[in-house]
């Protein structure tokens, strides 16, 4: 943004720029699957900021550099950079305005495991794919970088490993981050049925109240069936 990285070189310009875009955009859509579809704001706002990074990368990946030509008052910016400052201000707007909507005590479950053999099952499995894809990428990237850095070039090999050490460590970083995410994934499933299952206990032993399920739980249909069970079971008693 505003010039940012605009005078690096070529090839660190594309190894930065690829990685850092790559995982603000795990972290865009993990946090838009996060949110309650009532922050209308909050959520464009995302959309607006990270479409404006990758606009700008793709221009400096591609062209070495954005095109500014909207000038403003203190620096020229483009497109992009517009959608930027949009979002930025839609997120703050939300972050001060909608505050008890971002954070909802009372739709969190506080238990995450509540069927720990599947979820962790799940999870693993998710996140060993996730490892897997990043060695394979990494051995293809580097043996391109190889490739392409000329034999003379000073100091190749510690360029090399220390380019290979950086890479193991975010597809790591990235593995935990799939594996923690893929675990609140499954708690959507796993909790409505742990609910449901401990609803029908509760009713079997005389107690009666209406199924409760979070926003962003699957299985919603679980509470027409719940408010069936508990219509019959008052009839019957």
């Given amino acids: 943004m505003l010039g940012s990285f605009s005078h690096i070189?070529?090839?660190w310009r594309i190894v930065a720029l690829s990685s850092?875009?790559?995982f603000l955009f795990l972290f865009y859509l993990i946090l838009v699957n996060n949110l309650s579809k009532k922050l209308n704001i909050l959520r464009p706002g995302l959309t607006f900021l990270i479409c404006g990074v990758l606009g700008?990368?793709?221009?400096r990946l591609f062209l070495g550099g954005a095109i500014d030509f909207v000038p403003l008052y203190f620096a020229t910016?483009?497109?992009?950079?517009?959608?930027?400052?949009?979002?930025a201000l839609m997120i703050l707007y939300s972050i001060f305005k909608r505050e008890e909507q971002i954070w909802v005590p009372d739709n969190q479950r506080g238990q995450y495991l509540v069927n720990a053999r599947h979820q962790l099952w799940l999870a693993s499995k998710a996140a060993l794919a996730a490892l897997s894809s990043s060695i394979l990428l990494i051995i293809l990237a580097l043996a391109f970088i190889q490739s392409q850095i000329p034999e003379n070039f000073p100091n190749k090999s510690d360029l090399l490993l220390s380019m290979a050490f950086i890479s193991?460590?975010?597809?790591?970083?990235?593995t935990?981050?799939?594996?923690?995410?893929s675990l609140k994934l499954t708690n959507r499933s796993a909790g409505p049925l742990y609910a449901f299952e401990r609803y029908v206990d509760d009713l079997l032993n005389g107690e009666r109240y209406d199924?409760?399920?979070?926003?962003?739980d699957h299985h919603q249909h679980l509470k027409k069936v719940a408010k069936k069970l508990k219509k019959h079971f008052d009839k019957s008693h």
């Avoid at 910016?77 to 979002?87: E, K, V, Y």
């Avoid at 935990?176 to 995410?181: G, H, K, N, S, V």
């Avoid at 199924?211 to 962003?216: A, H, P």
């Fill in 9 to 11: 070189s070529p090839f």
């Fill in 20 to 22: 850092f875009a790559g």
């Fill in 56 to 59: 700008n990368v793709i221009d």
């Fill in 77 to 87: 910016a483009n497109i992009a950079d517009i959608f930027q400052w949009i979002g």
């Fill in 168 to 174: 193991i460590f975010l597809s790591l970083s990235m």
């Fill in 176 to 181: 935990l981050i799939i594996f923690y995410y």
């Fill in 211 to 216: 199924l409760y399920l979070r926003e962003g």
